[in-house]
């Protein structure tokens, strides 16, 4: 397909913008993406990428490259509050393969977002300016005008056909350009670091990825042998003062309920003192364009992380929006048409996510009635119950445009 001579820009080159661009460049068109910081950059360590996203990524050539640098753990162990052994071993591996077509696997995010700069800059239509001061934007019926105030000082203006906002959650795109609203504060803290391959495999098995949950808090750790590394994440609540304050503390504290955990103890002490935190922020805006100004991944819809489903969701959209903004005849039809399509599935896993917080929370004795549950839904419950989540494909028809949310409903019965 040619790229009928339109050009794109994209604000952001993190996941979300990366992947649309080079899903973009494929169908021949003029991307130019624009990044403030001088390189791209990911925050966070640890990313889980289920198939339904692993489909995208591998259509797009990067199957070699996420191969060498992801890791495919044989299940998720889940230990309840105050358990030193797993209440269950959700499959992973190759059942995941045999049921959905791709395997789940995890990786560094910073080996996800290279391997997609690699990709791009293979491509000669597509421009990455980094260290971008500022940028303008104003829609109008023959498109969009963009001013750039690019790194050196320098101006440039344009007309394009579109311009997207993958600028994450705290997007200017969505809220200084759109007019939209800001993010919301969860309540909630996400306390990262990453440790040596060894020093925790004494407590978790290392070749799976391990949930540990709390009263009021829980954790996640995974391994990333590419990397030597383990990636661990407690997730635990924080006063807004506390999460965004002017001396932000350098390791968590446990509180006072999880005494006598010993497990997330020797976990918590493992890890010393050199933690970083994320405040949790979420997205709930119901426009997510205007004229032919629009917004992907957490610019759009920032969710819980409780389902591993966020920057997956991001992946998902360029696959969607990128076949619709070359062949749709304007790009204000382009982005109803894929709000459409994205806004129903994307507010079901946002809705699943914070429901898994939620749940994996629990103090007792609620939390027996959850361990029942879970327990009894056996090792591979969740195949069945996420098989809407991992096993959808948003590859486009073969004439090349995403099918409307009643068209596959029919297409799958």
């Known amino acids: 397909m040619s790229g009928n001579g339109r050009t794109i820009y994209i604000a952001g080159a993190g996941i979300a913008g990366l992947t649309l661009a080079l899903a973009l460049a494929k169908f021949g068109a003029t991307v130019v993406v624009l990044e403030r910081h001088p390189r791209v950059q990911e925050v966070g360590a640890g990313l889980q990428i289920s198939p339904n996203a692993r489909h995208v990524l591998n259509r797009l050539g990067l199957d070699k490259a996420l191969t060498a640098a992801a890791f495919e753990p044989d299940g998720i162990d889940i230990y309840p509050h105050g358990a030193r052994r797993p209440l269950v071993t959700l499959e992973l591996g190759a059942i995941m393969r045999e049921r959905f077509g791709a395997p789940y696997t995890v990786m560094h995010r910073a080996d996800l977002a290279e391997a997609l700069h690699r990709a791009c800059k293979r491509f000669a239509n597509i421009d990455m300016l980094f260290g971008v001061r500022a940028y303008d934007v104003v829609s109008h019926a023959r498109g969009v005008s963009v001013t750039v105030d690019e790194a050196d000082g320098k101006s440039r203006s344009a007309r394009?056909?579109?311009?997207?906002?993958?600028?994450?959650?705290?997007?200017?795109?969505?809220?200084?350009?759109?007019?939209g609203p800001r993010a919301d504060y969860t309540g909630m803290v996400a306390?990262?670091?990453?440790?040596?391959?060894?020093?925790?495999?004494?407590?978790?098995?290392?070749?799976?990825?391990?949930?540990?949950?709390?009263?009021?808090?829980?954790?996640?750790?995974?391994?990333?042998?590419?990397?030597?590394?383990?990636?661990?994440?407690?997730f635990m609540k924080a006063r807004e003062q506390d999460a965004f304050g002017d001396a932000p503390p350098k390791a968590p504290r446990l509180p006072r309920q999880v005494f006598g955990n010993v497990l997330l103890d020797r976990v918590r002490q493992a890890a010393g003192d050199e933690w970083a935190y994320w405040p949790l922020s979420t997205v709930n805006t119901p426009t997510w364009s205007e004229g032919g100004i629009g917004l992907v991944g957490d610019a759009a819809h920032a969710m819980f992380p409780f389902q591993a489903q966020g920057a997956v969701m991001a992946i998902e959209d360029a696959a969607v929006l990128a076949p619709l903004l070359m062949t749709e005849a304007d790009a204000e039809s382009a982005l109803r048409r894929y709000q459409s399509i994205r806004q129903p599935r994307v507010g079901r896993v946002q809705e699943l996510s914070k429901s898994n917080g939620f749940a994996f929370h629990l103090e007792w004795p609620f939390s027996l009635a959850r361990d029942l549950v879970v327990k009894s839904q056996g090792p591979r419950g969740h195949l069945e119950r996420l098989a809407w989540l991992y096993?959808?494909?948003?590859?486009?028809?073969?004439d090349g445009v995403p099918a409307a949310p009643e068209r596959r409903r029919r297409a799958a019965g």
Not at 206 to 223: E, F, I
């Open 160 to 179: 394009a056909f579109a311009f997207i906002g993958a600028d994450g959650v705290h997007s200017r795109t969505r809220t200084d350009v759109l007019m």
């Open 191 to 234: 306390w990262r670091i990453t440790l040596g391959q060894s020093v925790l495999s004494d407590l978790l098995n290392p070749r799976r990825t391990s949930l540990l949950w709390g009263p009021g808090l829980h954790a996640v750790s995974y391994p990333l042998p590419y990397r030597q590394q383990t990636n661990l994440v407690l």
């Open 391 to 398: 096993g959808y494909d948003p590859s486009p028809d073969p």
